[in-house]
């Protein structure tokens, strides 16, 4: 931990400051957790933020935090080394951010947008791409790390919901190199849900026929 203790002390000044801001610490988590870094309206649209709020929640921060002024740049580390203390409990200590925690809160907000979205044959922004392209991504990060509290009823809405209008929402995805990732993650959760021993079925035969449906449309565009 020595050779930490500059940028250490550094992080937990301006950490102590910034999260008198109420909504800083879930912020925070959430831009960690990203799986690719957002523009701040791209995350404003991801949350149903106005942009104003993100930037007032991430003020306190910006000598650790490249948060641009206006929608030129994705909010971004200044330190690389920021993301592994915030991730050590023994580092940051009450500044920790729960993986757990966060990786949730993305699922279930990525669930949320793409639960709510009925205009899928309109163009969409980079925050609804964000949740057809990762909602699985998150959800498989719970699954790795033995956080099986997960909402079945949720998972079940999502798949049934992709299923239906499937070419068009297929089209968030912007490529058929995103679609293969992207199946490749649900037949990760599909695997996790054939192991579990707590009548899944109904999940796992709503997984199969997504995936059915994807390579179907797929085979026919």
């Given at each position: 931990?020595?050779?930490?203790?500059?940028l250490d002390s550094?992080?937990?000044q301006?950490l102590d400051?910034?999260?008198?801001?109420?909504?800083f610490?879930?912020?925070?988590?959430t831009?960690m957790f990203?799986?690719?870094p957002?523009k701040?309206?791209?995350l404003a649209q991801?949350?149903?933020?106005?942009?104003y709020?993100?930037?007032s929640?991430?003020e306190?921060?910006?000598?650790?935090?490249?948060v641009p002024?206006g929608?030129?740049?994705?909010i971004?580390?200044?330190?690389?080394?920021?993301?592994?203390f915030l991730?050590?409990?023994?580092?940051?200590?009450?500044?920790?951010?729960?993986?757990?925690i966060?990786?949730?809160?993305l699922?279930r907000?990525?669930a949320?947008?793409?639960l709510?979205?009925?205009?899928?044959f309109?163009?969409?922004?980079?925050g609804?791409y964000?949740?057809?392209?990762n909602?699985?991504?998150h959800l498989?990060?719970l699954?790795?790390d033995n956080i099986t509290?997960?909402?079945?009823?949720?998972?079940?809405?999502?798949?049934?919901?992709?299923?239906?209008?499937?070419s068009?929402?297929?089209a968030r995805?912007?490529?058929?190199k995103?679609?293969?990732?992207w199946?490749?993650?649900l037949?990760?959760?599909?695997?996790?849900?054939?192991?579990?021993?707590?009548?899944?079925?109904?999940?796992?035969?709503?997984g199969?026929q997504?995936?059915?449906?994807?390579?179907?449309?797929?085979?026919?565009?």
């Open positions: 931990m020595e050779s930490h203790n500059g550094l992080f937990t301006v400051s910034a999260k008198k801001h109420p909504d610490l879930f912020v925070l988590g831009t990203l799986r690719e957002l701040p309206s791209q991801f949350l149903k933020w106005p942009t709020d993100i930037w929640a991430l306190g921060s910006l000598s650790i935090l490249h002024e929608d030129d740049d994705v971004r580390l200044y330190h690389a080394s920021l993301q592994d991730n050590d409990l023994g580092r940051s200590g009450n500044h920790f951010l729960d993986p757990a966060n990786h949730k809160t699922f907000t990525s949320r947008l793409i709510e979205d009925t205009h899928f309109t163009e969409s922004g980079q609804i964000y949740a057809y392209r909602w699985c991504y498989m990060s699954i790795n509290s997960v909402d079945k009823t949720t998972i079940g809405a999502l798949m049934e919901r992709l299923s239906q209008g499937c068009a929402r297929l995805l912007k490529s058929h995103v679609v293969k990732m199946l490749e993650e037949e990760g959760v599909i695997a996790w849900a054939r192991k579990e021993q707590n009548d899944f079925d109904t999940l796992i035969e709503m199969e997504l995936q059915a449906n994807v390579h179907f449309v797929c085979q026919n565009i």
